[in-house]
């Protein structure tokens, strides 16, 4: 069966610091992937899918970035972190274009 | 891109008491349709979803869905609900030749014994 497993689970980073979040998907192979966010009290926002290795989409220009080193791997990444960025960032994926999304456990960023 | 509306932010319930959760979605194209429950500091857990065939599904943990197109509507029941089932619902949306799933902004769940 699939797992998808994101680290860290929380993260509290100072204003200006970088930050790097991670995103695997084990028992699937090319998966869509995709990074959300979801602010307090506010639904999910998407920021980037990938359809593959090097490929990637930004929904939203912002503060962040994302990359896809591997085919089961997506990282999001900040050069310099906004009070904005904090939130609730979940990584999904899905086996095919307009699928069904499965989500991860989610990591808490509290940028200060 | 679609719209999703979730018509109620907040729903406290009596344990036992059934529950409905209402959405509505602006397309009038063909649709695929979803909830997800989301549990305190956790990610999202597909409850159902509608693809095409019965428009009533049913999910996990007793919850079921009714599609109805010509109302844009994909409301979430359970006709007796537990203390477990305390949570935020999300509806989400999809168009059929489309990646980007819309997600309504959610609705808390409180059940009280």
């Known amino acids: 069966s699939q797992t998808i497993h994101q680290w860290p689970a929380t993260l509290v980073q100072p204003v200006g610091s970088p930050l790097s979040l991670e995103c695997t998907v084990e028992g699937t192979s090319n998966p869509n992937l995709y990074w959300y966010r979801q602010a307090a009290g506010r639904g999910l926002q998407l920021l980037f899918y990938?359809?593959?290795?090097?490929?990637i989409s930004s929904e939203v220009p912002q503060n962040l970035s994302a990359s896809r080193p591997q085919d089961r791997q997506f990282i999001l990444s900040s050069k310099k972190l906004l009070l904005s960025d904090s939130g609730f960032y979940l990584c999904?994926?899905?086996?095919?274009?307009?699928?069904?999304?499965?989500f991860g456990p989610g990591t808490r960023l509290t940028v200060l | 891109a679609q719209s999703v509306t979730q018509l109620d932010s907040q729903v406290p319930v009596f344990e036992e008491a059934p529950v409905e959760l209402r959405c509505n979605y602006s397309?009038?194209?063909?649709?695929?349709l979803f909830w997800y429950v989301q549990y305190p500091n956790q990610g999202l857990q597909l409850l159902l979803k509608y693809l095409s065939g019965s428009t009533l599904v049913k999910g996990i943990n007793g919850f079921e869905a009714e599609f109805n197109k010509s109302q844009t509507s994909f409301h979430l029941r359970k006709p007796s609900v537990h203390i477990s089932d305390t949570a935020e619902y999300f509806c989400a949306v999809s168009d059929r030749n489309d990646y980007k799933l819309s997600f309504g902004a959610g609705t808390t769940v409180t059940v009280r014994a």
């Open positions: 999904a994926w899905s086996v095919s274009y307009a699928d069904t999304q499965y």
């Open positions: 990938s359809v593959g290795i090097g490929q």
């Open positions: 397309s009038s194209v063909s649709v695929y």
